[in-house]
């Protein structure tokens, strides 16, 4: 019988697999848990990365309804599914609760109302079969994801562009992060997000059930970039870190206007939606190529990176973004990095991220816990050590760079040097 204590969630992980396996001793298996904003995920895989069994539960369809994520909404649905959740990711692996090594659990950053519904569940589930607990920062997951799938050795620069986060670090082991930039205001996905928001793209058949950041991309391969000019943002500022504030008060005052123009009323459809799109999206695109340049050189100044094949790690929803990935493929070409990029269901928050960084911790022995320690979440987390101002200092101007990306009708066309 299970303690008053714990909850229906936690009762249920008690049922047993309907297809028992046989447990083949020597394996390490991490059972990882994401609750950061709005994705339930979780996934068990072994010491070696293979992914045993995973499920995951998007909000996305309930938040894009809404206009935008809820906090308390998201709370409820992570409550609502968690359970669920892990226990289709156990089934799927066929691994019992008892044969885990160890639970690992996004505990920073992050919605708070949503941390805490995958914090409690997790604390509960540990005690329960008195097993090891990882703590993850949610960024640190992002960032060493691609070495699940490809070897990659430390040092290697990072890029990490979701709908709450903008940054580029270095990584230098599992725990050990150099902070070169962060957004100063709102994230690209965001900004992205709030552009399809005030097109109203959600009101078109074709862009009905994407984020808002898909829309875009969408609708802006038919678009004309050149049809609208949107300034880059920071240019005068020499360092790597990123604003977008200003682009998408650009944006606004733009559809605005065209409103006036084309006599419609806000949230109706405009003629040019499409280029719109396409020319918000060249330049977040162009910003974030930028900074990445701009930290490639700063690295390369100071011998961070290795002399053989140094490595940009692209992740986070919006390093799903096939004309961002095509932008700086064009920077490392330039600058003889190698690009690498998860796969597009690897960029967006999963349970398989937050497993494989706790399989890395616990080969290294650094940051596990016992199920009886206690842990608190932490909304907000710097990534690493913080050198934006060394980064600053060393004012690094970028040298002129042509983007040539498919663009509209798939032609290839020069964009304007940055």
């Known amino acids: 019988m299970l303690p008053r204590a714990l909850s229906g969630a936690a009762r249920c992980l008690m049922k047993r697999c309907s297809s028992q396996r046989v447990f083949r001793t020597g394996r390490r298996l991490v059972l990882g848990i994401e609750t950061s904003c709005d994705e339930t995920g979780a996934a068990v895989l072994d010491d070696t990365g293979l992914i045993l069994g995973e499920s995951l539960h998007s909000q996305k369809l309930t938040h894009l309804e809404a206009g935008g994520i809820i906090p308390t909404v998201a709370q409820r649905l992570h409550r609502e599914n968690i359970c669920r959740v892990v226990q289709e990711a156990l089934d799927r692996s066929g691994i019992e609760p008892s044969e885990l090594t160890a639970v690992a659990t996004t505990v920073k950053p992050g919605l708070a109302l949503s941390l805490g519904i995958g914090l409690d569940f997790s604390q509960k589930f540990v005690r329960l079969h008195e097993k090891l607990f990882i703590p993850i920062h949610h960024m640190e997951a992002h960032a060493l994801t691609v070495r699940m799938l490809h070897p990659v050795d430390f040092p290697f620069l990072v890029l990490l562009v979701s709908g709450g986060h903008s940054l580029l670090a270095l990584a230098k082991g599992i725990?050990?992060?150099?902070?070169?930039?962060?957004?100063?205001?709102?994230?690209a996905g965001d900004t992205l997000d709030k552009i399809a928001r005030r097109l109203s793209l959600s009101s078109r058949p074709e862009c009905s059930s994407l984020s808002g950041g898909q829309a875009i991309e969408l609708l802006a391969k038919e678009g004309d970039r050149f049809a609208f000019h949107f300034k880059s943002p920071m240019g005068q500022l020499y360092d790597c870190n990123f604003s977008f504030a200003g682009l998408r008060n650009q944006?606004?005052?733009?559809i605005s206007k065209?409103?006036?123009?084309e006599g419609v009323e806000k949230g109706q459809l405009l003629s040019c939606?499409?280029?719109?799109?396409?020319?918000?999206?060249?330049?977040?695109?162009?910003?974030?190529?930028?900074?990445?340049h701009r930290a490639i050189l700063f690295?390369?100044?100071k011998g961070l990176l290795p002399q053989h094949n140094p490595t940009l790690v692209v992740s986070g929803g919006v390093a799903s973004n096939e004309y961002i990935r095509r932008t700086l493929k064009i920077v490392t070409d330039a600058t003889g990095l190698h690009l690498l990029c998860p796969p597009s269901k690897?960029?967006?928050d999963n349970g398989v991220m937050i497993a494989w960084n706790g399989v890395e911790r616990l080969k290294?022995?650094?940051?596990?816990?016992?199920?009886?320690?206690?842990?608190?979440?932490?909304p907000k987390a710097p990534l690493g050590l913080d050198i934006t101002s060394e980064v600053k200092d060393a004012a690094i101007k970028i040298p002129p760079l042509k983007l040539r990306i498919n663009s509209r009708h798939c032609v290839e066309r020069t964009f304007p040097t940055y």
């Open 175 to 187: 725990d050990e992060f150099l902070l070169l930039g962060q957004t100063l205001d709102v994230a």
């Open 251 to 254: 944006v606004t005052l733009a």
């Open 258 to 261: 065209k409103e006036k123009e």
């Open 273 to 292: 939606v499409k280029d719109i799109a396409a020319a918000s999206q060249h330049t977040v695109a162009s910003h974030i190529a930028k900074r990445t």
């Open 299 to 301: 690295c390369k100044s």
């Open 346 to 348: 690897f960029c967006t």
């Open 364 to 378: 290294q022995g650094k940051g596990i816990m016992s199920h009886t320690e206690e842990i608190n979440y932490e």
